[in-house]
């Protein structure tokens, strides 16, 4: 089985519309992060966690928010989805290892906004 | 903040050729500079990474080198194959008040040509 799994794996919707990425571990990592993907600007940072009770804002939280429900849990969600939230989002967990901090993503999530 | 530029955004190698990605960045306290694999349908995965108190490290047919005077390092893939189609992602990160934060590159997409 998968360590960092996404659901849903494609999702439709149209503008205006609340929608919830969600995503699971089952690594035990303490840290997650949510990761949108568009051509040419590479992965940003939407928001991380380091445990249940610590959120912070990343690069482009604007439109977005998160819930870390548990340990192993970490949604993202949009409130009134926009045309450019179209991307590939993924959920990422991360290990700290010496002098670095390694990332373990998920398979992504495509999201369409009409 | 941190800059990563990474270039060529695309690549094209004939099979049994070498494949070089070259990154650079800005923020002289970056420390940990890991690369991640990506292949169609699924989240990047870590393949190598470099610290800054190294100049090169070897995997197989994956090597990275860095030159952290003039911070740049590189991805070089030996006796490419077909499997080693993919988007490659560099980053950069270092600890910023107890978080690593990691800037990422924005993709090279690699094709081997059989």
């Known amino acids: 089985d998968a360590d960092v799994t996404q659901t849903p794996r494609n999702r439709i919707t149209k503008t205006g519309k609340r929608i919830m990425l969600e995503c699971s571990q089952t690594?035990?990592?303490?840290?997650m992060y949510w990761y949108r993907q568009d051509p040419g600007l590479g992965l940003r940072l939407i928001y991380y966690?380091?445990?249940?009770?610590?959120?912070n804002k990343g690069e482009i939280s604007d439109g977005y928010s998160v819930s870390r429900q548990a340990q192993a849990k970490f949604s993202l969600s949009l409130e009134s989805a926009i045309p450019n939230q179209t991307a590939l989002y993924f959920c990422?967990?991360?290990?700290?290892?010496?002098?670095?901090?390694?990332?373990?993503f998920g398979p992504g999530t495509r999201l369409l906004v009409l | 903040g941190e800059n990563v530029e990474q270039h060529p955004s695309t690549l094209s190698v004939q099979e049994g050729d070498s494949a070089v990605i070259k990154c650079t960045y800005s923020?002289?306290?970056?420390?940990?500079f890991p690369w991640y694999k990506q292949e169609l349908g699924k989240g990047p995965q870590l393949i190598i990474d470099?610290?800054?108190?190294?100049g090169e490290k070897k995997d197989q047919r994956i090597a990275v080198t860095l030159n952290k005077t003039a911070k740049h390092f590189s991805l070089h893939i030996t006796e490419t194959q077909p499997e080693d189609s993919a988007v490659y992602f560099c980053?950069?990160?270092?600890?910023?008040?107890?978080?690593?934060?990691?800037?990422f590159g924005i993709g090279t997409k690699l094709q081997v040509i059989p």
């Open positions: 990422a967990t991360s290990d700290l290892v010496q002098g670095g901090e390694t990332q373990y």
């Open positions: 690594k035990g990592h303490d840290r």
């Open positions: 966690s380091f445990d249940v009770k610590d959120i």
């Open positions: 923020d002289s306290a970056s420390n940990y």
């Open positions: 470099i610290r800054s108190n190294v």
């Open positions: 980053a950069a990160s270092f600890n910023s008040g107890g978080y690593q934060k990691v800037t």
